[in-house]
Nanobody
Framework: QVQLVESGGGLVQPGGSLRLSCAVS????????MGWFRQAPGKDREFVAAITGSGTIAYYTDSVKGRFTISRDNAKKAVSLQMNRLKPEDTAVYHC????????????????WGQGTQVTVSS
């Protein structure tokens, strides 16, 4: 059974940083894209970042470019999201996902994603 467990969320002031981590168990996804999505209250799920299986190419939604960095460690079956210069509009539940689909210029999760970790940016 595949499980994804996120950690690292919390409350941070605007301009601060957080690092989210996601541990995958139950199967190896070394050749599959991994990524992060987020959902704020009352809003649709939003793509945040994705990284290819080799870890050599990363993709970001425009609103986080230059502030967030996605990385992965295939030996540890983990993906991380370093978030800097956080803004109140980054407040959401962040979910990691594996085996993403890229279609029409948009990343989608498939069957595997975690329960999420809350990120709140507020003074």
């Amino acid at each position: 059974q595949v499980q994804l467990v996120e950690s690292g969320g919390g409350l941070v002031q605007p301009g601060g940083s957080l690092r989210l981590s996601c541990a995958v168990s139950g199967r190896t996804f070394n050749s599959y894209a991994m990524g992060w999505f987020r959902q704020a209250p009352g809003k649709d799920r939003e793509f945040v970042a994705a990284i290819t299986g080799s870890g050599t190419i990363a993709y970001y939604t425009d609103s986080v470019k230059g502030r967030f960095t996605i990385s992965r460690d295939n030996a540890k079956k983990a993906v991380s999201l370093q978030m800097n210069r956080l803004k109140p509009e980054d407040t959401a539940v962040y979910h990691c996902a594996v085996d993403l689909r890229f279609d029409g210029g948009i990343w989608y999760p498939r069957d595997y994603w975690g329960q999420g970790t809350q990120v709140t940016v507020s003074s």
